[in-house]
């Protein structure tokens, strides 16, 4: 969200605030993830990505719900979705499935604006924990190429600011969650992606 964010490494009282707040996400919402996880795996059966896009997926909702709730990403959730979609990717990379320097690109591209952007406003806009998102989410999206990464991030930046208008007129406030934002356009880029991989457009 826009915000200062927790430190980059999470100290023990941020630790177990995080775990916490992990603990508070109800059973509607991981059923949820599970469904969209399910529905882009289905999409992208056919292709290496089918072993990411769940990772993603429920990474990106569960980072918002508890954005939306408490004004933060936890620590310990991207962590966990770094090192899955690592543990994912690593024997795909290895056997040529797919490029490792496409997914450090797009990592790159959908953190490291955002990244700027915090260091410039002294991390007000948009807090550390979106830029650690955007990076995990990124790593996905540069597997299905770096163009998705790209729309990836535009499709953020556009989110954000019409999903922050709206926030901040509703709530009177001069922050808002930003990880939605970066959720939905995540989400929204690997369906349609995969839609074309089918052929279903």
Request: no cysteine; net charge positive; charged share 10%.
């Amino acid at each position: 969200m826009v915000r200062t964010d927790q430190p980059p490494f999470p100290t023990a009282p941020t630790a177990r605030r995080s775990v916490s707040a992990l603990s508070g996400v109800g059973r509607r919402s991981w059923t949820f993830a599970g469904f969209i996880s399910l529905a882009l795996v289905a999409l992208w059966w056919a292709t290496p990505t089918r072993w990411l896009v769940p990772i993603a997926a429920t990474t990106a909702i569960l980072a918002s719900i508890v954005d939306l709730r408490e004004f933060r990403v936890p620590n310990p959730l991207t962590l966990a979705g770094f090192a899955l979609t690592l543990a994912a990717a690593s024997p795909l990379v290895a056997s040529g499935s797919l490029d490792a320097w496409d997914l450090a690109v797009g990592a790159g591209l959908m953190a490291g604006p955002l990244l700027v952007s915090h260091l410039v406003t002294r991390g007000s806009t948009p807090g550390l924990g979106d830029v650690k998102l955007a990076g995990v989410l990124g790593l996905t999206l540069g597997a299905v190429s770096v163009t998705a990464a790209y729309v990836g991030l535009l499709a953020s930046l556009l989110t954000g600011a019409v999903f922050g208008l709206w926030y901040q007129r509703r709530t009177r406030g001069r922050g808002f969650p930003f990880s939605p934002a970066i959720a939905i356009a995540t989400l929204g880029v690997l369906f349609a992606a995969g839609a074309v991989e089918r052929g279903v457009v």
